[in-house]
């Protein structure tokens, strides 16, 4: 075929599909056809690798908070534990103190219980070395000022100065004064002075000691009778 103006020479490859010629405008419309569907192209992948990139972008923010929310709670619980640990810790001490505490106590008892066992005996070796049996079978003894007749206190001596003890036919005198056989108003005086309640003042009271009717203040040595009176140690032993 004869190509006129305006005609362009096809390749061999356009010949074989049929093409003998194509113009010029043809061609511009074949290449601005192409453009557009490479426009369309680019513009779809454009379009799909923003979208991949948002979907990557939104898991990546899921998969780091999924990660903030794994470290706090690996954090709360290293923090539990750890304060778990310290509390046991702090229990087992407390425990050793406490079995220590404890230890020294009874430590402290046994050899407190020793010491009065060796004062007991010390005591009643020295009632019996100093006692005197007569042939009434009265048994009479001083210790530090105190005065017992067969295992009863009787007495009170000061603990200076001379002390007479006489016994003649049962009948026990200390400086001149029978102090045995206890007559009824001495047992009585026995049972007020058992159930004395002896201490130390705490506060100031109100009402005077009634026998020296001197004020009872805080710190002086005091006594409770049984019917609740309050006076002086010393003048309730005078």
Known sequence: LDQGPGCVPLCPFHSKLGFT??????????????????????????????????????????NFSQMERDLRHGQRGMRRGLQQELRQRQQHQQQQQQHHHQQMLRRQMHQDSW????????????????????????TTAVVNGEVFVNGQRVAQVPNTGRVSLQTVNGIVRVNGEVVWPPSESADVAERIFRNTIRSVCEQDRDEPCPICLEPIVAGQRTCTLPCFHFLHQDCAEA
């Open 21 to 62: 010629s194509m113009t010029h405008q043809d061609l511009q419309r074949s290449m601005s056809l192409m453009q557009q569907e490479m426009q369309r192209n680019m513009a779809r992948a454009h379009d799909d690798m923003r979208r991949s990139m948002s979907l990557m972008q939104r898991d990546m923010r899921v």
């Open 115 to 138: 010491q009065m066992r060796q004062q007991l005996a010390a005591t009643h070796r020295d009632i019996t070395r100093r006692s005197n049996v007569t042939s009434a079978g009265v």
